[in-house]
């Protein structure tokens, strides 16, 4: 059940090994892998989900409320910790303000929690935090970040509509077992691409030792979710499980689309790229003890 955050922290232990150690090209082939990967994840969302994920409403309003509401304005107060180093500012946006859209099931599943309504929330996070990412960044932060609608619509054509297409021909024209081996690689790519960035940094144990704040910033937001997600849970009266999916829907961070993201609309800020594919060194320990702790505190 952990086979896909142990790959992926392998893939980060080898890209830091790797560092300074590998010729120019390699980081150019990230973002091949990062569509890859994406083109896996297109691969399990049939398009019906959108539709019946409005069945189970308080889960939703919920989710929407705190993912899109909520986790923003907190993102963006945690954020200015580090208003004058840009980078790392942005970086630690890009990560807080996004929802999980894919592993959240896995601690869902080792806490006990409802993993049929959590697997019907994976298009409406998908798609509304890339349609108001956007505005969250001119809301927030105006001037002061180097947004380009350009270099946005660019990556949204390459690292989503791209493996869209892919996965609506592949559906097509390949046979349903070669897909499934095509997406259950996700995990894969998605290591070979964080390997590929980590690996062309010069520096990486400098870069890390100047991510340490951050990295202090993102335990705190995870315990603040905790007790957020259980009074809302109290609050709305949910189910036991549906209350341990709502913990990890508003806790677990889309770092693979953050990072797809930062790399075509940031191109030229590459410590949000090493952030970025560093935090599931924190956050997939992190979740794991809180599944953990759930699956026995029955």
């Not at 993102?218 to 997600?229: C, D, K, R, T």
Request: charged residues 10%; aromatic residues 12%.
């Amino acid at each position: 059940m952990l086979r896909e955050p142990v790959l992926l922290i392998s893939g980060i232990a080898a890209g830091a090994l790797l560092s300074g150690h590998v010729p120019g090209y390699v980081s150019k082939l990230a973002p091949v892998f990062l569509v890859l990967m994406l083109w896996g994840a297109m691969l399990t969302l049939p398009p019906a989900r959108v539709f019946s994920v409005m069945q189970n409403r308080r889960v939703v309003v919920l989710n929407l409320l705190v993912n899109f509401t909520v986790i923003p304005v907190l993102a963006f107060l945690m954020s200015l910790r580090f208003a004058s180093q840009p980078e790392l500012m942005l970086g630690l946006f890009l990560y807080l303000a996004l929802p999980c859209t894919d592993w959240f099931l896995t601690f869902t599943s080792m806490a006990r929690g409802s993993v049929a309504q959590g697997v019907l929330l994976i298009p409406v996070n998908l798609s509304l935090q890339l349609a108001l990412l956007p505005l969250y960044l001119l809301l927030f932060y105006g001037a002061s970040v180097p947004f380009s609608w350009k270099l946005f619509a660019e990556t949204l054509l390459l690292f989503f509509l791209l493996p869209l297409l892919m996965a609506f021909a592949s559906k097509r024209v390949f046979p349903s077992k070669l897909n499934l081996l095509i997406s259950r690689a996700q995990t894969l790519f998605l290591s070979l691409a964080v390997m590929c960035i980590l690996a062309s940094q010069q520096s990486i144990y400098r870069s890390t030792l100047e991510l340490f704040p951050v990295f202090g910033l993102a335990i705190v937001y995870f315990a603040l979710v905790l007790p957020l997600s259980h009074l809302l849970s109290r609050i709305f009266n949910l189910k036991r499980e549906e209350a341990i999916l709502l913990y990890f829907t508003t806790s677990a961070r889309n770092s693979p689309v953050a990072l797809a993201v930062a790399m075509g609309t940031f191109p030229g800020m590459p410590l949000i790229h090493t952030l970025l594919a560093l935090m599931p060194v924190i956050e997939v320990p992190v979740l794991v003890l809180v599944a953990r702790f759930l699956s026995v505190k029955r």
